[in-house]
């Protein structure tokens, strides 16, 4: 089993910036992916960023050029710097971490953007 410690989520102004942070343990495959997926009220969830052990990011359309995803491999905990934010991007944001066929996933945390 995998345990996450989810922290940076909040209430925030349109512009403003959060960060967010992950840490998991447990039985992890250092070979792995860590990610970052939000979920609206009344919406799927949807991948926000991704970040493999190698180092490779991938991002969603919506979040390019604000957002960025960083991880400490050695403490298996991933980072989301989140930007420029804008009020279509509230909403609870999930840490995830995967490998081979297993996935798992964090309690989530809540961003609001609003004035």
């Known amino acids: 089993q995998v345990q996450f410690v989810e922290s940076g989520g909040g209430l925030v102004q349109p512009g403003g910036s959060l960060r967010l942070s992950c840490a998991a343990s447990g039985s992890i495959f250092s070979m792995n992916t860590m990610g970052w997926y939000r979920q609206a009220p009344g919406k799927q969830r949807e991948l926000v960023a991704g970040i493999t052990s190698g180092g490779y990011r991938n991002y969603s359309d919506s979040v390019k050029g604000r957002f960025t995803i960083s991880r400490e491999n050695a403490k298996n905990t991933v980072y989301l710097q989140m930007n420029s934010l804008k009020s279509e991007d509230t909403a609870v944001y999930y840490c995830?971490?995967?490998?081979?066929?297993?996935?798992?996933w964090g309690q989530g945390t809540q961003v609001t953007v609003s004035s």
């Open positions: 995830n971490i995967r490998w081979t066929t297993v996935s798992y």
